[in-house]
């Protein structure tokens, strides 16, 4: 059974940092993608980051600058440093895995950012 486990999420102010973790256990396949997504209520899930096995990354235009993705193939952990944050980072955020197959694809259970004054 995979097992996704995040955390790190919180309250910060405007201009403060939070750095989010998830780690993935009984994954007897090779996961080739990590990645986060947000979503804020009312709104659709939008990706924010991914990063390959190789260390390939791509992030969304209004992170960029000021969230960080990062990984260890070895403990199959991916985390996400955030920085300079807004009030419209504000969401839930849901960490993925994925594997070469389309039917390799699983999600963290979220966790509430907040950034508020």
């Known amino acids: 059974q995979v097992q996704l486990v995040e955390s790190g999420g919180g309250l910060v102010q405007p201009g403060g940092s939070l750095r989010l973790s998830c780690a993935a256990s009984g994954t007897f396949f090779t996961i080739t993608t990590m990645g986060w997504f947000r979503q804020a209520p009312g709104r659709q899930r939008d990706l924010v980051a991914t990063?390959?096995?190789?260390?390939?990354?791509n992030y969304a235009d209004s992170v960029k600058g000021r969230f960080t993705i990062s990984r260890d193939n070895a403990k199959n952990t991916v985390y996400l440093q955030m920085n300079s944050l807004k009030p419209e980072d504000t969401a839930v955020y849901y960490c993925?895995?994925?594997?070469?197959?389309?039917?390799?694809?699983?999600w963290g259970q979220g966790t509430q950012v907040t950034v508020s004054s």
């Open positions: 990063i390959t096995r190789s260390g390939s990354t």
């Open positions: 993925n895995l994925r594997g070469l197959q389309s039917k390799y694809n699983y």
